[in-house]
């Protein structure tokens, strides 16, 4: 099936910034639409960002802020995140990107990112 081990979280200040890496194995992660999604503390797990190939898509709650890219070379796929607030406060995973991703039954164990001052 694969494995993903999410990574780069942490504490920082709003207006900061976090690169997150996830790595990747296996077939389903190596050639397929990748995507980053996050889960704040009491709320649905919800989409963040994804790249088919070259292509890259974003919510609006992060868009201009965030920027999703992908190392194939390296089964690894990248979310740099800057400006950060408070609200951006979760756990972050990455995963494969499908339309119907709510029903992916395997999850790494995510990173952690908290911004507070």
């Known amino acids: 099936q694969g494995r993903l081990l999410e990574s780069g979280g942490g504490s920082v200040q709003p207006g900061g910034s976090l690169r997150l890496s996830c790595e990747h194995s296996g077939n389903n992660f190596r050639f397929n639409a990748m995507a980053w999604y996050r889960q704040a503390p009491g709320k649905q797990r919800e989409l963040v960002a994804r790249i088919i190939r070259g292509d890259t898509a974003y919510a609006d709650f992060v868009k201009g802020r965030f920027t999703i890219s992908r190392d194939s070379a390296k089964n690894t796929v990248y979310l740099q995140m800057d400006n950060l607030k408070p609200e951006d406060t979760a756990i972050y995973y990455c995963?494969?990107?499908?339309?119907?991703?709510?029903?992916?039954?395997?999850w790494g164990p995510g990173t952690q990112v908290t911004v507070s001052s």
């Open positions: 995963n494969q990107y499908l339309s119907n991703w709510s029903g992916l039954r395997y």
